[in-house]
């Protein structure tokens, strides 16, 4: 017996659409980043790092289950780590949210360098993809 699921595009067909206010309990919903803003879904996916941040801020992510890439929550890490990569990289590349006390942190991302190869090596493995 197969599990029913209702998977929530979030493009931008998705504008002025109506969303369902009520969905019965036995079926799972999935959607992607800012649909939340809309409606809530069971799980919530996001990849953009920037959206993760807002997920995150808005409490969403402590009441929903969320599934973020690159999204390691670092126990007991204290500042010093955070204060490091200040002083190591520029202040474009950090966003920081409140810690409220907490010690536990979150470290995202990747070099620009690496997305960069990673973008010309699939280019290269696939040049009859349209990238326009």
């Not at 002025?16 to 939340?36: H, L, R």
Request: some cysteine.
């Amino acid at each position: 017996m197969y599990k029913k699921v209702i998977v929530y595009g979030n493009g931008e067909s998705r504008l002025g659409k109506v969303w369902p206010t009520s969905i019965p309990n036995e079926i799972e919903t999935w959607g992607c980043n800012a649909i939340y803003r809309d409606m809530k879904v069971d799980n919530l996916i996001s990849v953009d790092y920037n959206m993760q941040q807002e997920i995150y801020q808005s409490g969403y992510a402590h009441k929903k289950t969320c599934w973020f890439t690159d999204w390691k929550i670092l126990p007991g890490i204290g500042s010093g780590i955070v204060e490091m990569m200040k002083e190591s990289n520029p202040p474009e590349s950090i966003k920081e949210t409140p810690r409220n006390g907490r010690a536990n942190c979150v470290i995202q991302g990747k070099e620009p360098e690496t997305v960069h190869a990673n973008i010309k090596q699939a280019i290269e493995q696939n040049p009859d993809l349209d990238y326009g």
